[in-house]
């Protein structure tokens, strides 16, 4: 007979493993399935230089943010090991050897920082803060939000339609206004009315981009800079940015070690085959060893193209909800480089190997609006990685001395842009000339960059799509465009985390409040279903 849970979670990635711990907690009898060797999907540690296996990098995903309080809290992950370094700001330098730097909290050298390019830049800054932070403070409570379905004329959904108006207003008309900008326009039209300084405006721009499949002129990219500035989201100040200690597979194990305290059974190397439905009600998985296990919840955690494409028989779905999954895009074209140095970067704008503030930051690759665009270009109209690639650069180890031995450091870079195709095949050798054409550029910024480097591994959209179901590489599931947001995500009626499938729920990266290691999705799939009573539901 097959073996019977209360849940099953498929996807031991961050959002699955949040689920399955407030589950447990529930007194759920609740199993985890993960395909992997480990748990934790993009927030991983690993130890990738075969000969120098005491340095460790966090493989993929490398920052923390937007994690609300309320998860850390519930789930108690600090005793669990969570702990974050806070980053202090970022860093961006420039060929003449100058560098923008802005301070999180520290407006006063933000300011005489920024003035050494425009004056007018570093006066209007501190208006711009305050704009972004207003627009962030209406949208950011909606992250914890269960978006409403709009269009529906069912009493309850135009209710909740009503309700978010209502909060809406309080921005009155120009609010409005704004909030509207923010949603549609391109972050490039936005900066150009607030700003003169190509630097600056680099400097802006390249938060509306990170794992975008658009450059900073296509429309809509200005609100991944608002989703970005989010400093709140209805539960108290979103945990900072920062890194966590042990790297990012850290976070993963202290949610899975809150989840298995509780009861929760937690299996890897356990790929699952099919979803189990019956009657239009969810029963349970296959797995691909031909194991049966029966639940009166499942609850998915995959890319929808997985999900709902492969683990289900299509005939099972609505038409348009099955044309909107395979309309899904999930373009990317980020590609994840992690270096070992012998040494800090000895940076031109600010000299010396010897620990300083700005190690502890970002050191970004982005010397104006312009540059992110023709990055994008390359890879986009030309098929090529971009000859001049954007990148976020971090040194983890400069606030974490777990990651590698006294004098050796881990430089992480997130960049961007290679073709969104090469989610296809490997590209070795053309990625292996991308990551070059990087070294050299952060080689004339900081002349010791390359002859400190001891080992570098890099990773391209196809690894990140065999590796960890990333399909496209794109590291949101989904594009964080317009049309796939909201009530939009990942598709409309279905933006509840909720499916077509009865017992079967949706908390993946591709739901509303997705993106970044926020465990949101988790927490939403967790709390329909006790809404749904599906807990009390027997077979």
């Known amino acids: 007979m097959a073996v019977r849970y ?46 120098h296996p005491e340095i460790k990098v966090s493989t993929y995903s490398y920052v923390m943010a937007v994690m609300p309080p309320s998860i850390i809290h519930d789930l108690e992950l600090e005793r669990y090991g969570y702990r974050i370094a806070p980053v202090w700001g970022a860093s961006h330098p420039l060929p003449d050897g100058s560098a923008i730097q802005i301070w999180n909290d520290d407006p006063k050298r933000t300011h005489d920082s920024i003035a050494r390019f425009s004056k007018a830049d570093a006066e209007r800054y501190p208006e711009w803060q305050a704009w972004i932070g207003a627009a962030a403070a209406i949208v950011g409570p909606l992250l914890m939000q269960v978006p409403p379905r ?22 009155g008309m ?53 989703h970005h500035s989010m400093n709140d989201v209805g539960s108290g100040a979103l945990d900072a940015w920062g890194y966590p200690h042990g790297g990012m597979g850290a976070v993963a194990q202290a949610i899975c070690r809150s989840a298995e305290s509780a009861g929760c059974e937690v299996r890897t190397r356990a790929p699952v085959a099919k979803i189990l439905t019956r009657d239009g009600r969810a029963r349970g998985v296959v797995l691909a060893s031909g194991e049966e296990l029966e639940a009166n919840v ?55 190997t010897q620990l300083q503030e700005h190690h502890t930051g970002s050191l970004n690759l982005c010397f104006s609006s312009q540059y992110l665009e023709r990055a994008f270009q390359d890879a986009h109209i030309g098929g090529v990685g971009s000859a001049q690639p954007f990148v976020e650069g971090t040194i983890p180890s400069s606030l974490d001395p777990e990651l590698a031995p006294p004098g050796v450091h881990v430089f992480s870079m997130f960049t961007q842009w290679v073709p969104h195709s090469w989610s296809r095949a490997p590209h070795r050798e053309e990625l292996e000339a991308y990551a070059d054409r990087i070294l050299d550029l952060y080689d004339e910024l900081a002349p010791n960059f390359r002859r400190s480097l001891i080992a570098r591994q890099v990773l391209g959209p196809w690894d990140m799509e065999q590796e960890l179901g990333l399909l496209g590489g794109n590291i949101f599931h989904g594009e964080l465009s317009l049309d796939q947001l909201f009530h939009m995500r990942p598709s409309p009626g279905y933006a509840d985390y909720r499916t077509p499938i009865r017992g079967l729920y949706h908390g993946s990266s591709a739901t509303h409040a997705g993106g970044g290691v926020n465990g949101i999705p988790g927490l939403q799939a967790f709390r329909q279903a006790r809404r749904d009573r599906a807990l009390h539901t027997r077979a």
Do not use: C
């Open 6 to 51: 209360d849940v099953i979670v498929v996807g031991g990635g961050h959002n699955g493993l949040v689920s399955a711990a407030y589950f447990a907690r529930a007194g759920a009898r609740t199993l985890v399935l993960e395909a992997r060797d480990r748990v934790g999907g993009a927030a991983d540690t690993s130890s990738p230089f075969a000969d």
């Open 174 to 226: 120009r609010g409005v206004a704004d909030l509207t900008r923010l949603f549609t326009m391109s972050i490039n039209d936005l900066i150009d009315a607030w700003f003169e300084s190509d630097a600056m405006k680099g400097a802006v721009a390249a938060g509306a981009v990170i794992g975008a499949w658009s450059g900073p002129d296509a429309p809509g990219t200005a609100y991944a800079l608002l």
């Open 150 to 171: 709009v269009g529906s004329l069912a009493f309850g959904d135009l209710l909740k339609q009503a309700q978010l108006a209502w909060k809406v207003r309080k921005l």
């Open 298 to 352: 499942v609850v998915t955690t995959l890319h929808p193209k997985r999900s709902f494409l492969e683990l289900l028989d299509r005939a099972e779905l609505p038409g348009d909800f099955v044309a909107d999954i395979e309309r899904w895009r999930t373009r990317s074209g980020t590609v994840k480089i992690n270096l070992a140095l012998s040494e800090l970067p000895d940076f031109r704008f600010a000299p010396g």
